[in-house]
């Protein structure tokens, strides 16, 4: 059984860089065929898809977000993480890490969810 579990501050300031870690059990991250995901829910919006880290280390970028978002990873700790800059009170949001494997293209395992505020 695939566990992911997202991990960073509750709150950060405007301007600042939002960092968040997801860490992988049950499954390797350098296993072939699937994304590692980033995906982010906004109060009163739907899901949006920031970006994901494939298992080969290759990297896609939602559009909107591309400009401040980066995604990478730790293999030895079976790690990816998303950092954000720049952010705003628009970033505010419920962050998940999630993975899809290529031979579905849908999201099979996701983390529970991360809250992450943008204030002063």
């Known amino acids: 059984q695939v566990q992911l579990q997202e991990s960073g501050p509750g709150l950060v300031k405007p301007s600042q860089t939002l960092s968040l870690t997801c860490t992988v059990s049950?499954?390797?991250?350098?296993?072939?065929?699937?994304?590692w995901n980033w995906i982010r829910q906004p109060p009163g919006k739907g899901l949006e898809w920031m970006g994901a880290?494939?298992?080969?280390?290759?990297?896609y970028y939602g559009p909107s977000l591309k400009s401040r978002t980066s995604i990478s990873r730790d293999t030895s700790k079976n790690q990816f993480t998303l950092q954000l800059t720049s952010v705003t009170p628009e970033d505010t949001a419920v962050y998940y890490c999630?993975?899809?494997?290529?031979?579905?293209?849908?999201?099979?395992?996701w983390g529970q969810g991360t809250q992450v505020t943008v204030s002063s």
């Open positions: 999630a993975r899809v494997p290529v031979s579905t293209w849908s999201y099979d395992y």
């Open positions: 049950g499954g390797s991250i350098t296993t072939n065929y699937y994304y």
């Open positions: 880290i494939t298992s080969s280390g290759s990297t």
